[in-house]
């Protein structure tokens, strides 16, 4: 299949990209990625030579930030980069450490 895919600047290919290249529906990009559900051995191999002719990889950064999932990370928004203690957070963030979690009765 000779299907164009969009033209977008400095993105990675995505699983949408791989289904249009492969010629098949996304949930079988996920299942031939993640490696689960059945997928017969000729779209599996399909949906991989996509895989590396577009050079797709996972983002596992976006993979921990799934739902039920423990990704030990936060989120900081800062309104003033210019304000004196905002800049000397930034230089010592290893000092700022997470309270534990306190132990169920």
């Known amino acids: 299949m000779s ?13 949408r990209d791989v289904a249009e290249r492969a010629g098949v529906a ?3 990009v996920s299942r031939v990625v993640n490696g689960i559900g059945t997928v017969r051995e000729e779209t599996a191999d399909r949906v991989n030579a996509a895989i590396r002719e577009i050079g797709y ?3 596992e950064i976006a ?12 989120g ?6 210019t304000n004196l203690s905002t800049r000397r957070w930034r230089r010592r963030p290893s000092r700022w450490r997470p309270t534990p979690a306190m132990p169920s009765s």
């Open 63 to 74: 993979r921990s930030l799934r739902p039920g999932q423990n990704s030990m990370t936060i």
């Open 57 to 59: 990889q996972r983002n």
């Open 26 to 28: 996304l949930v079988t």
């Open 76 to 81: 900081l928004l800062l309104g003033d980069l």
């Open 3 to 15: 299907s164009r895919l969009p033209q977008r600047q400095n993105t990675r290919p995505t699983m």
